[in-house]
């Protein structure tokens, strides 16, 4: 991510509104890392804030304490964030909003969709979505 330009997730400008981040229980070498970045820096392409991204940290990565970093506020999503499987969905999406726009005709993509960026004709769909334009269940 960092390689494309990618800022991590939990820097986002609105990420108050999804997790709770606890500076003190950070090393303080890595501060930074944890620090939110104004609108105008970060462009996330329309795309909503991600707990499954592998740009996301986890909830007690870089603690100097063994205490959490970061708590969502949801806690049913506390599981998901720190993921390192393989990029999710929005992560994709983010890079090629950023680097793949202009290779085709545009289609109207629905339901969180964007159009792929080696078939111009297709749109790529969210999990349990399909058809051309992901308008089909």
């Known amino acids: 991510g960092h390689a494309l330009g990618i800022w991590h997730e939990q820097s986002r400008p609105e990420r108050d509104d999804y997790i709770k981040v606890f500076k003190h229980n950070i090393k303080h070498?890595?501060?930074?890392?944890?620090?939110k970045q104004h609108r105008w820096k970060v462009d996330d392409f329309g795309i909503p804030y991600d707990?499954?991204?592998?740009m996301h940290y986890g909830g007690?990565?870089?603690s100097r304490n063994d205490r959490?970093?970061?708590t969502t506020n949801d806690r049913n999503f506390q599981a998901t964030i720190g993921q390192r499987e393989?990029?999710?969905f929005a992560d994709v999406k983010q890079i090629n909003e950023a680097y793949c726009k202009?290779?085709?005709?545009?289609?109207?993509?629905?339901n969180g969709?964007?159009?792929?960026?080696k078939d111009c004709d297709v749109c790529r769909c969210p999990t349990g979505l399909g058809g051309t334009l992901c308008d089909q269940v």
Do not use: A, M, N, R
């Open 29 to 35: 070498k890595y501060q930074d890392q944890f620090t």
């Open 86 to 88: 393989e990029p999710s």
């Open 68 to 70: 959490p970093t970061i």
């Open 51 to 54: 707990y499954g991204s592998v």
């Open 102 to 110: 202009g290779t085709g005709p545009p289609l109207d993509c629905k």
């Open 113 to 117: 969709g964007y159009q792929g960026p």
């Open 60 to 62: 007690l990565d870089f």
